[in-house]
């Protein structure tokens, strides 16, 4: 069974930063796509960042140069490193795993509901 676990969040100044972790237990496969979601209450989920096995990575436009995902394979651990946050930037942040195919054919907000989701690490930014 995969499971998916965030950490890292929590409360930064407005120009701070922040680094979130998402490891992941029992996926073994050498492909995939794996994205940062964030969701406040009132509007829709969408997509921070996005990794492929490839090292391709794609970013929101709000969030390229200012954010940086990566993953460290031998730990299964993606990251989201995140700066000059702003209080827009204030979410919980969610980490998935997804179909392979999902980072060349869909776009960022999009993932599978059957994907593996993490319960998400809340980021707080302050002004």
């Known amino acids: 069974q995969v499971q998916v676990a965030e950490s890292g969040g929590g409360s930064a100044q407005s120009g701070g930063s922040l680094t979130l972790s998402c490891v992941d237990s029992g996926y073994n496969y050498d492909t995939y796509c794996m994205t940062w979601f964030r969701h406040t209450p009132g509007k829709e989920r969408e997509g921070v960042a996005r990794?492929?096995?490839?090292?391709?990575?794609s970013y929101r436009d709000s969030a390229r140069g200012l954010f940086t995902i990566s993953r460290d394979r031998p730990k299964h651990t993606l990251y989201l490193q995140m700066s000059s946050l702003k209080p827009e930037d204030t979410a919980l942040y969610y980490c998935?795993?997804?179909?392979?195919?999902?980072?060349?054919?869909?776009?960022?907000?999009?993932?599978?509901?059957?994907?593996?989701w993490g319960q998400g690490t809340q980021v707080t930014v302050s002004s």
């Open positions: 990794l492929n096995h490839h090292g391709t990575t």
């Open positions: 998935v795993i997804d179909m392979p195919h999902v980072c060349k054919d869909f776009e960022l907000d999009h993932a599978y509901d059957l994907a593996y």
